[in-house]
């Protein structure tokens, strides 16, 4: 099987699509509005202190999952089962995470159909289409569907392209654009009056509210979101990397990388924030509170926009250019999930499965989007908040109490032979058994709880 295989050709090539599927709308929009309504600079910090001491084990545990396994998510937490009952527990973890993978495209294709419809808005105005323009920036049932059905069919043409000709090189060639169009941005947004008040807000932290439990709630979920975890797609990643490579360092990386763009996107977006509530902008509630959190996108930043004359119509467009290409090289790991599972489980043509899969996913889509008040918000949180610091949390069961810890050594040699000397292997092993599943368990009781 692993001479068909797809592999990541270079290393570069896997830390871009890895970081790829990482950076997505939850780091330029979700990690920027969640520190704006959970008290700037101390949600910041919370999140830093989480994304490195559990997210990041947490991902080391379902890398080296997939790369030991060489192979999906199920067949590779299967390798690692000895007894009949872990098999069955494998299945059930890997095949709920490549469900939980299927379920997050169907909402998050709708939200990135909108940053589509937005990104050609502003063209359409330019070469003076009108009423285009007004459509594509008014929320309707056909525009939504037409849009997400769009966003979907993107991300099937880059599956279907397979690992290196595909996912690796949309990834390389994306991402390095998103980092253009967001530092662009930034200098634009930093010469706007208000700006620094925001940086303010995001920068310096009241202590205070630190180890509130909500906001560490958040925080958690935050970064398992934003390196999308618990859904098996770090599995399927790291079963396409060479065993020549030191994984520890790819991790570390990766989450670097995931860490990085989010912390850039918040000098984006809340001192962008703060310049829309100095030109008028209604952002804040009296309390201090975030108004409307998961529209303010298509609210506040367009007003932002338009306050700039034509200029705006140009930077409304390079910033919804990036918001959607962040969303597609995220999509493209949650559809690889179901694709390459079904691929090596029924021996279906790449082409076959990923049209097949995309097609379903996209039927979810369109219900949810003729459902949008009953069923979006209720996917989001049974995927998001439920499904996956589970499913990542059983992932961590599995290295630390399933996989015979001598084998799992030799799975992190390979590529690292002196690993067993470094720090990390003397706190990563005790790590994952203990504190990752003690903390997200706490988190997520609380979160049930509340
Ligand atoms: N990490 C992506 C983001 O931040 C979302 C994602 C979740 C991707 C789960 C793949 C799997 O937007």
Redesign the pocket.
Known sequence: MSAVRGEFSSRFGFIMAAAG???????????PTQTASNGGAAFLIAYLVLAFFLAYPALMAELIIGRHGQANAVTSLKKISAHKWQKHFAFMVGFGGIL??GF??SF?AIVAGWMLSATLEPIASVVGLNQTATWLGEQSLIRNVLFTLIFIALTILIISRGVENGIEKWSKRLMPALLLILFALIAYVMTQDGAIEGLQAYLIPDFSSILDANLLVSALGQAF???????S??IIYGSYISKKENLVSLGAYVTLI?VFI?FVAGLLIIPAMYVAQAQGVEIFSATGELLSEDTLVFQVLPALFDGMGNAGLYIGFAFFALMSI??LT??I??LE?PVSYTVERFSVKRLHATWLIGALIALVSVVIVCNLGSLFGLVITI??KIA?PLLGLMCCLFVGWIWYRSSLLKAIQQGNPSVHNTLFWKIWPWYTKFVCPCAIGLVFLHSLLS
């Open positions: 599927s990482a950076v997505g709308l939850g780091n330029i929009w979700g990690f939980c993978a997050i495209l998050y979101f934003s390196l999308s975890l618990g859904t797609v770090m995931d989010a962040a969303a995220s999509s790991s949650m999930a995927t998001t996956q």
